[in-house]
């Protein structure tokens, strides 16, 4: 009795470690300019994936699973300059791109007020969820597969799931990106004990996740 609940201390330690990794760090920046670094000038999202193109010409090119998040939000930062000739032809140039300027005539002299408006981009490519999936596979015949998905990493899923011949743990792995018609198409690998004997169970097959 006492090694049952040192055991389940321990799993359940471990969950907690894995949990808090996974909120913790599954949201970060990317594509964010910084001082004397490029800047951003495209961010396309397609197919859970954005791609950041910078004015340099470099790009960064990252996967977001259904389960995670794409936000961006614009950060907007003023200056106020002068409006002699130069200020005026720079302001021309920015107008163009993420920027806005504004003639403000004040009491001493006009100035232009220059607004700066930089993306900064946040993506989550792992966490916590609760999503379904059903499949088939083969685990001695074939057989159906139900299950949830309570983390994910990346392409990586975590959850627990049910065949007709064994219950336990399983891992999925997105599919997307080995075919350009995969998009919703996961391996599946369930290994836990089967319902009737007293026996490990193992089954391999595809899955779609809701």
């Not at 609940?5 to 907690?16: H, Q, S, Y």
């Amino acid at each position: 009795m006492k090694t049952t609940v040192t055991a389940i201390c321990v799993i359940a330690l471990i969950m907690a470690c894995i949990i808090a990794i996974l909120v913790l760090t599954g949201e970060r920046k990317i594509g964010t300019s910084k001082e004397n670094q490029p800047t951003p000038e495209r961010i396309t999202v397609r197919n859970n994936e954005i791609v950041v193109e910078y004015s340099d010409g470099s790009r960064i090119e990252e996967y977001v699973p259904p389960e995670g998040r794409i936000e961006i939000v614009l950060d907007r930062k003023e200056a106020d300059a002068p409006a002699h000739a130069e200020v005026v032809a720079d302001v021309s140039e920015l107008s163009g791109e993420l920027g806005v300027a504004e003639s403000i005539t004040t009491p001493d002299a006009p100035v232009v007020r220059i607004v700066r408006y930089t993306p900064e981009i946040k993506i989550r490519t792992r966490g916590l969820t609760a999503r379904p999936f059903i499949g088939a596979g083969y685990n001695g015949k074939f057989s159906p597969l139900l299950g949830i998905k309570f983390a994910y990493l990346g392409k990586l899923g975590i959850g627990l799931a049910t065949t007709n011949k064994e219950y336990g743990f399983a891992a999925t792995y997105r599919l997307q990106g080995w075919l350009a018609i995969v998009h919703n198409l996961e391996l599946a690998v369930v290994a836990g004990k089967q319902y009737t004997e007293n026996s490990p169970g193992v089954f391999v097959g595809l899955a779609t996740t809701f």
